[in-house]
């Protein structure tokens, strides 16, 4: 969602495509058709600036649905019930109205996510640098809690820099304020 990883983050792309041939499928949310697009399973061609609606409209399906990993979250979550309580007025019906993702679509991408043994989201600027950038982040963040899809091998999320460039200078210590792994060069 909101990452075109083809271009700015070839390396990763390329392991994406590495896991479609062993079987793995793909989702993009994205305004734009990218390369990805193309080898997806699902395309979902949202509006700009509508991720969060999307993803309230998957949290509601994966709820109703009981796809949520009771296991995970009565261990290592609160508020759950209220979670759930709220999501249920955010039906696909109503996502698709805001987003222009046909309600089926919107649910078929809920159930392949929650219901997948490793489920791992990847995003980037597309999401992140909108006025409602922190409710995007926090909305995967909800999905990735509720199906505990988190802490394993092969799932969680996965946030990328804009470019692969930065991201590796940011991991090798290149910015001025940080050493290799990212620690402060004011502390001691």
């Known amino acids: 969602i909101g990452t075109n990883m083809t271009e700015c983050h070839p390396v990763a792309a390329t392991r994406l495509k590495k896991a479609l041939a062993r079987g793995a499928k793909l989702i993009v949310a994205d305004p734009r058709r990218i390369k990805l697009a193309e080898l997806a399973d699902l395309y979902l061609p949202l509006r700009v600036g509508s991720d969060v609606a999307l993803l309230l409209g998957m949290a509601h399906v994966i709820a109703r649905e009981n796809l949520v990993n009771h296991e995970f979250v009565a261990t290592r979550t609160a508020g759950i019930e209220s979670f759930i309580e709220h999501v249920k007025q955010f039906t696909p019906e109503w996502a698709a109205q805001i987003t222009g993702v046909p309600a089926k679509d919107i649910e078929t991408a809920a159930i392949w996510y ?47 820099r804009g470019q692969n460039n930065i991201q590796g200078a940011g991991d090798a210590g290149a910015a001025p304020a940080e050493y290799t792994g990212y620690q402060d060069v004011n502390k001691p």
Do not use: F, K, W
């Open 114 to 160: 929650a219901s997948a043994p490793r489920g791992s989201i990847y995003y980037t600027l597309g999401i992140t640098e909108h006025i409602c950038g922190v409710d995007n982040v926090q909305s995967l963040c909800n999905l990735a809690l509720m199906t505990g899809q988190i802490g394993r091998e092969g799932a969680g999320i996965n946030p990328l």
